[in-house]
């Protein structure tokens, strides 16, 4: 059984920092491509970042870019999302997600419940 699971969220105020982890279990972590996606009340899902297997940037969001970095550590099985500069729009659930294969061209298969950041002004 795969499993999820996101961490680091939090309340934060304008221009501060947060990081996220997400660790995964249940597959070969290493064989999969992992994304960031978030998704704010009212709003549509945003990919933020993808990284390949091999922690390539396959993608990332213009809205964070500068900003966002996202990295992996296979040997932990963990995906993190260090995000600076940090504003209210950034406010939305955030969400770790698998990818059904090893490069960001595939789709998404396996999500976190997500984990709420909240940016005061």
């Known amino acids: 059984q795969v499993q999820v699971v996101e961490s680091g969220g939090g309340l934060v105020q304008a221009g501060g920092s947060l990081r996220l982890s997400c660790i995964v279990s249940?597959?070969?972590?290493?064989?999969?491509?992992m994304r960031w996606i978030r998704q704010a009340p009212g709003k549509e899902r945003e990919g933020i970042a993808c990284l390949t297997r091999s922690g390539g940037m396959g993608y990332q969001g213009a809205s964070v870019k500068g900003r966002f970095t996202a990295s992996r550590d296979n040997a932990k099985n963990t995906l993190y999302l260090q995000m600076n500069s940090l504003n209210p729009e950034d406010t939305a659930m955030y969400y770790c997600?698998?990818?059904?294969?090893?490069?960001?061209?595939?789709?998404?298969?396996?999500w976190g419940q997500g984990t709420q950041v909240t940016v005061s002004s």
């Open positions: 249940g597959l070969t972590f290493g064989d999969y491509a």
């Open positions: 997600v698998t990818v059904a294969g090893p490069t960001c061209g595939s789709a998404s298969k396996y």
